[in-house]
């Protein structure tokens, strides 16, 4: 073999993924593609039928892979391979060679998001419609995964055993119902939660009381949270079950909307120093659930107490000037 042509034999041995897109091509495409001789003549029935199959880009990306020698011994180059810290060195890895890929095939998207159309994601400054069903390989999203539709209350519990790792930092699940165990493995790096009437539910089906739920999430910053209609995973303990969890001060920001008459609102710690606070209560309670409101509001305005996040309660009803001046002290105190 003249010097040529060992260069282009390394060059094919060591070939690089240089475009992440061939991840994606590999992986929505398994299958062969045979065509055949629309005139049906019988000279093309004698015809090795092998010419005429195109090979599927799954065996075009394998043609040039060829086995490694590393100067690491191969179960150390098995547990990188398999284990890379974060999905940017994954992506340098895969591109350096294409070992890596084909030991641990992961197709890595910054955004995922179901809309009731189906799974879509930004593909060059695009939102496009991906089937995820038909990737073999496993998702490892990097920024974040929403959940928006009324029509199956199971999508987001469907993703689950094809994600690789949860490094995404903002989740959004509306009109779901997901298992304690599920959103907890969505929750492993988030910071931003938002969850609009869903049900957490625990192995036997019951729902997870609300409290119970926000116990666990001791890593998030930041939480909207939209009550079904009627709650079921709420009680009159609910707000003094809040106070007994250790992180619960640590929230950036913690919203409740529909929040229904059960509270026990007197129960509630207004004097938060480190987390800002929205109530928004349910249109459907009582006028004397809206007076104890009223009583509340009136002392959140009268107090000279600003060395804590002053809350902004709402429920319909309420005078506007309180309610704007209310929603004034509580944006810029402190």
């Given at each position: 073999?003249?010097?040529?042509?060992?260069?282009?034999?390394?060059?094919?041995?060591?070939?690089?993924l240089h475009n992440t897109n061939i991840i994606v091509l590999f992986v929505m495409d398994s299958s062969n593609i045979q065509t055949t001789n629309s005139t049906g003549s019988a000279s093309s029935d004698t015809t090795d039928n092998s010419s005429l199959i195109i090979p599927s880009k799954r065996d075009i990306f394998l043609t040039t892979y060829r086995r490694q020698r590393f100067s690491l011994p191969d179960p150390i180059m098995h547990y990188i391979a398999k284990n890379p810290k974060n999905a940017k060195v994954y992506q340098k890895m895969i591109r350096s060679c294409k070992y890596f890929f084909?030991?641990?095939?992961?197709?890595?998207?910054?955004?995922?998001?179901?809309?009731?159309?189906?799974?879509r994601t930004w593909i060059k400054n695009d939102l496009k419609i991906v089937d995820i069903n038909r990737f073999s390989s496993k998702l490892w999203i990097k920024e974040s995964l929403s959940v928006s539709t009324e029509n199956v209350s199971i999508v987001a519990s469907s993703i689950?055993?094809?994600?690789?790792?949860?490094?995404?930092k903002i989740l959004t699940l509306l009109y779901q119902s997901i298992s304690l165990n599920d959103l907890l493995i969505f929750c492993s790096s988030v910071n931003g939660l938002t969850l609009k009437r869903v049900a957490?539910?625990?192995?036997?089906?019951?729902?997870v009381p609300f409290e119970k739920v926000i116990e666990q999430l001791p890593k998030v910053k930041t939480i909207n949270y939209t009550f079904t209609n009627p709650s079921n995973n709420t009680s009159e303990n609910t707000l003094k079950e809040l106070?007994?969890?250790?992180?619960?001060?640590?929230?950036?920001?913690?919203?409740?909307?529909?929040?229904?008459?059960?509270f026990d609102i007197e129960s509630f710690n207004f004097f938060m120093k480190n987390t800002r606070i929205r109530l928004f209560f349910s249109n459907t309670i009582s006028e004397e659930y809206k007076a104890r409101l009223m009583v509340?509001?009136?002392?959140?305005?009268?107090?000279?107490?600003?060395?804590?996040?002053?809350?902004?309660?709402?429920f319909r009803g309420n005078n506007l000037a309180k309610s704007n001046e209310l929603y004034y002290i509580h944006l810029f105190s402190k």
């Open positions: 073999m003249n010097n040529e042509n060992a260069h282009q034999t390394n060059q094919q041995t060591n070939a690089p084909t030991k641990n095939p992961l197709l890595i998207i910054s955004h995922l998001t179901f809309d009731g159309y189906g799974w689950v055993s094809k994600i690789y790792r949860s490094d995404f957490v539910k625990n192995y036997d089906d019951t729902v106070w007994k969890i250790p992180h619960f001060s640590n929230y950036d920001y913690f919203c409740l909307y529909n929040i229904p008459e059960s509340i509001v009136d002392q959140i305005i009268e107090s000279k107490n600003r060395e804590y996040k002053p809350p902004y309660i709402y």
